[in-house]
């Protein structure tokens, strides 16, 4: 536990952008949530993004995904 703390403190954690298996970028997580703000389609989103059902909806619940300030949103 600590040294994921340090991780985060040092900026060297991998969430987020920094993850190399992450397909999505913090821009198209904030477009992703505004889009889904106004009534988009999961599916089409889905579709898009070619992400999977539990992430966009971990998305518009804002769960889980590293801010530019090194906040995770939860």
């Known amino acids: 536990m600590q040294s994921q703390r340090d991780r985060l ?3 060297t954690s991998s969430r987020g ?3 190399p298996k992450a397909k ?3 821009q198209q997580v904030r477009v992703i949530r505004q ?3 106004s009534g988009a389609s999961r599916k089409a989103i889905m579709a898009e993004y070619q992400i999977g059902e539990t992430t966009v909806g971990r998305l518009a619940n804002g769960i889980g995904w590293e801010d530019n300030d090194g906040r995770t949103e939860e």
């Open 9 to 11: 403190i040092h900026g």
């Open 35 to 37: 889009r889904l703000a």
């Open 17 to 19: 952008e920094k993850n």
């Open 24 to 26: 999505l970028t913090i």
